[in-house]
């Protein structure tokens, strides 16, 4: 693995289904984000972790949840999928401390809900 | 409420220069960023701002003024895979990265 990545690539799902959007990442980053992407919209943060063991919630985190049990694992869970729901998903992560600490990306989700 | 204003879209002929602006209010500032991402791509990382002035990094430039809440990225010497969305994204006071939505730059030959 180099960096960060993201399963699936993309999915159709049905409406009420459960799915959970998987992000690993092998820089030993303590932080890890999930945010959604929509036409038109600026990227927003859906929920995200400072470092393993602790999570928070971002601008949009209704009908998402997040656990964070090591560090190089964040996945993003929908209990109940609602077409609302239909968007780009991105996982990113970054260091934390003097710098910049710029967030890398992975390669993002497409999901659809129908 | 936190606003970062780019615009929607422009246009650009290879070989050029152009300009795109970002002006900006946060509930405090940690540092600004901009991002590149190609059509069906993940952003990637381009420049960081954090003090007032110009970082030049090849045929990329990122300016900052803090007081005017405004940045902008200068590419030069444009080359049509320089063709994508610019994004500019501010670091706020909690450390989360709020983000404009974007400018779809478009070159032409």
């Known amino acids: 693995i180099a960096g960060i990545t993201q399963a699936p690539t993309s999915q159709i799902l049905a409406a009420g289904r459960r799915m959970t959007l998987r992000c690993t990442q092998d820089?030993?980053?303590?932080?890890m984000y999930w945010y959604r992407q929509d036409l038109g919209l600026g990227l927003r943060l859906i929920h995200y972790?400072?470092?393993?063991?602790?999570?928070g919630k971002g601008e949009v985190p209704d009908g998402y949840s997040v656990s964070r049990a090591n560090t190089d694992d964040f996945p993003l869970t929908l209990a109940s999928a609602v077409p609302s729901q239909t968007s780009v998903y991105f996982c990113?992560?970054?260091?934390?401390?003097?710098?910049?600490?710029?967030?890398?990306f992975g390669p993002g989700t497409r999901l659809t809900v129908l | 409420g936190q606003n970062i204003d780019q615009p929607t879209e422009m246009t650009a002929t290879e070989g050029a220069i152009v300009q795109i602006n970002c002006t900006y209010q946060?509930?405090?500032?940690?540092?600004l960023f901009w991002y590149q991402q190609h059509a069906g791509e993940a952003p990637t990382f381009l420049s960081y701002?954090?003090l007032d002035g110009l970082e030049e990094k090849g045929r990329f430039s990122s300016f900052l003024s803090r007081s005017k809440g405004y940045s902008y990225l200068l590419l030069k010497e444009l080359q049509m895979k320089d063709s994508a969305s610019y994004l500019c994204?501010?670091?706020?006071?909690?450390?989360?990265?709020?983000w404009g939505a974007g400018t779809k730059l478009i070159i032409k030959p």
């Open positions: 972790s400072n470092t393993a063991g602790t999570t």
């Open positions: 701002n954090v």
């Open positions: 820089m030993r980053h303590n932080a």
């Open positions: 994204a501010v670091r706020d006071s909690n450390y989360q990265l709020i």
């Open positions: 946060t509930s405090g500032f940690n540092g």
């Open positions: 990113a992560s970054s260091a934390i401390g003097e710098g910049s600490n710029e967030q890398f």
